[in-house]
């Protein structure tokens, strides 16, 4: 479980680093796995570069994967943040082309408590594309002084605040693989300078529902998405209970599952 430092770190600037939370060998691990996965989606051609690649549901498809969102150093996580009986809204793999402009969406009505935990599994730097975030930036209020960053903006002029994107203040969360990137969408982050066919892959988790209108977010955001809140029969129907019950709220709410 986290430390009430690591927690207040979170809550106040809205990201978390766990360095080393997974060994070189498991790192490797996933990214033998994550390379199968894309492979197998894309029909075994190759990665061009041209497009970001979005897989979702990701982490279901492999056994080493599969297993991570109730690995104990995973849920301990997620329930430290967002609290008991996480639900699982998204497993997501991603690789990217170049660079990923600010962005860091506000969620409608009151948010419920949760976390997006995300793998990067080569080494990154400020210069190579490693995740640089806003501190802080999550608890704008109505009147947002990032607002101008809020939606991805491609223009190559596009100078918010005067400077250019690359650089507006922020902190760049340089990693290795086995490190742990934790933060919530609202979160402004960007990535500059990174290579065709870097990974980043995440397991996405929301607080379980106490109240109507908690119920009614997560109902609101299901009906928002194609792919989020939409639980794979492999976990519906797995061994595991935490993963059983990570997405059992969803199967009574009758929400779409996914075939994976």
């Known amino acids: 479980m986290l430390t009430p430092g690591q927690i207040a770190h979170f809550e106040t600037f809205g990201f978390l680093v766990l360095r080393q939370l997974f060994t070189p060998e498991e790192a490797v691990i996933m990214k033998r796995e994550s390379d199968e996965i894309f492979g197998e989606v894309r029909g075994g051609g190759p990665f061009t570069g041209e497009t970001r690649e979005s897989v979702v549901p990701f982490f279901e498809r492999r056994p080493f994967l599969s297993r991570l969102p109730g690995d104990d150093r995973i849920y301990d996580l997620a329930v430290s943040l967002v609290g008991p009986d996480p639900i699982l809204e998204a497993t ?134 194609k792919f989020c809140y939409r639980p794979s029969e492999s976990y519906i129907n797995s061994d595991h209970p935490r993963l059983r019950r990570m997405v059992s709220r969803l199967v009574e709410w009758g929400f779409e599952t996914s075939k994976v």
């Open 92 to 225: 997501e793999g991603n690789l990217h082309t170049g660079t990923t402009s600010w962005h860091g969406s506000k969620l409608p009505g009151k948010p419920m408590a949760h976390a997006k935990i995300a793998f990067y599994l080569e080494p990154l730097t400020k210069e190579t594309g490693c995740l640089r975030v806003i501190p802080g930036s999550h608890t704008a209020g109505p009147t947002d002084p990032f607002a101008p960053l809020r939606d991805r903006n491609l223009d190559p002029d596009f100078k918010p605040f005067g400077l250019p994107p690359t650089e507006v203040p922020s902190y760049a969360i340089e990693c290795q693989p086995g490190d742990v990137v934790v933060f919530v969408e609202e979160t402004l982050h960007a990535a500059f300078g990174g290579k065709a066919g870097r990974q980043q892959h995440a397991i996405n988790v929301v607080a379980d529902p106490k109240t109507e209108e908690d119920e009614g977010f997560i109902k609101a955001m299901y009906q928002g998405t």
